[in-house]
């Protein structure tokens, strides 16, 4: 390729912080007008900081060494050396950014239309009534219905797909050279994912736009890109043709990457993880098989009819009169030691129906059946004795555990609330769960804030252990985590299945992980169950024509 075409060549990028510690090591890549570089790796890779570097955003204490070259109108730029003041005018301009979280990246206190068309303003010489025209004209180009409403919206209003169109919008709008998107379609469900995506390639193509595509998913970054850089510890593992890497990996951290993630082939057996290959433990052709779970013709939980409905309108006098029906006449079973799939995309009812089985939520009508006992109307005094044997592993577990309490306490509380062993063992269960979960005994002195993000979600997995339920409700609780970090998690609720004989409502937005976990799967869409049977048919046989469409966006299908 010629080297006149490369829109941004980065050379020998390093990039350290004062206290010594060396984040990016040694990197070099370079992006031709119209392509898109896929820069793969896990949490802590040096992917993201990488991205900042290019957008003048690292923190105060960072410093970077080597080159980041990149070409504006034919006039080659050395953003390494640019000033603070002259980026102001860069950033929008000549680098557009798609961040990975678009409520934390928009004003929630200002209209849509406005903030799109200021972001035009900024850096065009026109007229606010021109930059408003121009506003709505991107807010079609992305495809969101009636711009001229939405323009008028405040970001609550839209749901996470439309909020990250208006971001590509907004990085779209005044025609960069380069656009970032750093890891831009996680938080969204397969279908809206595969939209979005499209939609970048489709105004990448329209406007030449060079494109760095951060993801830690392999089969999305071989729909996206050209060119893949792979990411471990701050250095390149592999660069090359995504396709060519893909087919024929050299490295064996890209080999990793890719059998770790839970295929159809891999169901039954335990799921190979980085570390593993890494160290030369395992070949990839000799994964130990699963202990087979025995599925008991016992009901362990049965609902009947259920409805969860909340207010949306009522009259003068007060009384209800429209309902949203989040959950509408759902009814299913789950035999004792049995792993029930739910699955469907934001909205379609499935963490209303995991709360509403914790008692979190009143139930509207309908059959809850917990070990033959209706708890859907008991008494708020009867949940204690109930949630002992239903505890739930939610999806952030930053968020769910409480960031003052020591990992030990959060631990010991909960079994001292429901006198599971008597005081003075207390510490010993505690550091039992903790070897459960593979942390060390040392985790108990430690706060929520000093772990990884797999880390936290062991320790919400021993605390719902604590009270050695029967019944877990696993709500999207890997869906945050990278495909190494999920593959041991998988891994360990198989393990403490078999161990203990639990029994799993395993809620996701991924069909490749309920398939893999799952005996039988339900699938959800608007507050009813559409399909239901055994995972492998559901998956590879679809019946309906809504679960077609969520197995044709899955990445890589």
């Not at 204490?61 to 034919?74: D, F, K, R, W």
């Amino acid at each position: 390729m010629d080297h006149q075409d490369n829109i941004l060549s980065v050379a020998n990028l390093s990039i350290a912080f004062s206290n010594g510690f060396t984040a990016v090591k040694d990197i070099s890549f370079s992006i031709a007008k119209g392509k898109t570089l896929a820069v793969v790796g896990e949490s802590g890779s040096g992917k993201s900081l990488t991205a900042l570097s290019l957008m003048g955003l690292l923190p105060k204490q960072a410093s970077v060494e080597g080159s980041i070259m990149l070409t504006v109108n034919e006039q080659e730029v050395k953003l390494n050396s640019v000033a603070v003041t002259a980026w102001q005018q860069m950033r929008g301009k000549a680098i557009g950014m798609v961040f990975q979280e678009p409520m934390s990246s928009l004003n929630p206190v200002m209209k849509i239309g406005k903030q799109l068309a200021e972001a035009i303003h900024a850096h065009n010489k026109i007229s606010k009534a021109e930059a408003r025209a121009n506003a709505i004209d991107w807010l079609r180009k992305v495809q969101l219905p009636e711009p001229e409403k939405i323009y008028e919206r405040y970001p609550h209003q839209l749901s996470g797909g439309q909020k990250q169109r208006v971001m590509i919008a907004m990085a779209m709008c005044n025609n960069p050279a380069l656009l970032i998107a750093d890891e831009p379609t996680t938080a969204l469900d397969v279908t809206v994912q595969k939209e979005v995506v499209a939609l970048m390639k489709q105004l990448q193509e329209e406007w030449e736009t060079a494109m760095i595509f951060i993801t830690h998913d392999l089969a999305l970054a071989s729909e996206v890109a050209d060119d893949v850089l792979v990411m471990y510890g701050g250095e390149v593992m592999e660069y090359g043709n995504i396709h060519q890497v893909l087919a024929n990996p050299q490295h064996p951290y890209t080999k990793a990457l890719l059998v770790c993630r839970p295929a159809p082939e891999n169901k039954g057996k335990r799921l190979v993880s980085v570390d593993d290959l890494l160290e030369g433990k395992r070949t990839t052709k000799t994964e130990a098989t699963l202990s087979a779970q025995t599925v008991s013709e016992e009901s362990m939980l049965q609902v009947n009819g259920l409805r969860v409905w909340f207010t949306e309108n009522r009259d003068l006098l007060g009384r209800p009169v429209d309902y949203f029906k989040a959950v509408d006449d759902v009814s299913f079973e789950i035999k004792r030691g049995e792993v029930l799939g739910l699955v469907g995309e934001s909205g379609c009812g499935k963490s209303t129906i995991s709360r509403s089985l914790m008692g979190l939520l009143p139930v509207h009508e309908g059959q809850v059946i917990f070990k033959g006992e209706d708890i859907a109307g008991l008494p708020q005094k009867e949940w204690k004795r109930v949630r002992r044997q239903i505890q739930m592993v939610f999806q952030d577990p930053y968020a769910s555990l409480n960031p003052r309490m020591t990992v030990g306490d959060m631990l010991m509380e909960p079994m001292k609330v429901h006198q599971i062993v008597s005081a003075g063992e207390l510490k010993n269960e505690a550091l039992r769960l903790l070897d459960l979960v593979q942390l060390p005994g040392d985790s108990m002195n430690r706060y929520p804030h000093q772990f990884s993000g797999g880390q936290r979600q062991r320790i919400g997995i021993a605390r719902a252990l604590s009270l050695r339920p029967e019944l877990m409700i696993c709500d999207e609780s890997v869906s945050a985590l990278d495909v190494s970090v999920q593959a041991q998690i998988l891994n360990l609720l198989k393990d403490l299945q078999a161990k203990f004989g639990l029994t799993y409502l395993f809620i996701s937005h991924d069909l490749n992980v309920v398939h893999y976990m799952s005996d039988r799967v339900l699938v959800m869409q608007k507050g009813h169950i559409v399909e239901r049977g055994e995972a492998t048919d559901v998956l590879q046989h679809p019946v309906n024509d809504y679960t077609k469409r969520l197995i044709a966006a899955m990445p890589g299908r």
